[in-house]
């Protein structure tokens, strides 16, 4: 086989699949429509203060959905101090607020094993006060 040979086979190989990728790709599909007319089928989260016309009456209390007054805030950062400094823990350990414990030992130890012997003892403060937290 030689180069033009080569050549020419390459250039049909590169052809069909130029080919074959316009046609598989769809062409003819629409974007969704968002549809502002249609009705909101989930229950209200608050229902809406009774309006009533220049009378005094007692105050109206919402009324909450049952799967927001289940929720509580959550605080997921673990602060601690070492050295009169106050630190979040897994920003010291370089992992997000709020990872798994396997996620959090895994980056510990990472970390121990990069670390010089000053730092091994602060790496060590930050893991126990996430032990802690749990």
Do not use: C
Not at 2 to 8: I, K, M, R
Not at 88 to 114: H, I, N
């Amino acid at each position: 086989m030689n180069s033009q040979d080569f050549l020419t086979l390459n250039l049909v190989g590169a052809g069909a699949f130029v080919f074959w990728y316009l046609l598989s790709r769809g062409g003819g599909r629409r974007p969704t429509r968002l549809d502002m007319k249609a009705r909101d089928t989930a229950p209200p989260l608050m229902e809406a203060e009774p309006t009533v016309p220049a009378q005094k009456t007692a105050p109206v209390t919402p009324v909450i959905h049952p799967d927001r007054a289940a929720m509580k805030p959550k605080n997921l950062n673990v602060m601690f101090n070492y050295n009169g400094h106050s630190w979040d823990a897994y920003e010291v350990l370089g992992v997000p607020a709020g990872a798994s414990m396997k996620t959090v030992t895994e980056a510990y130890q990472t970390a121990v094993r990069r670390a010089d012997k000053e730092s091994i003892e602060f790496l060590e403060t930050a893991y126990k006060a996430i032990l802690n937290k749990i």
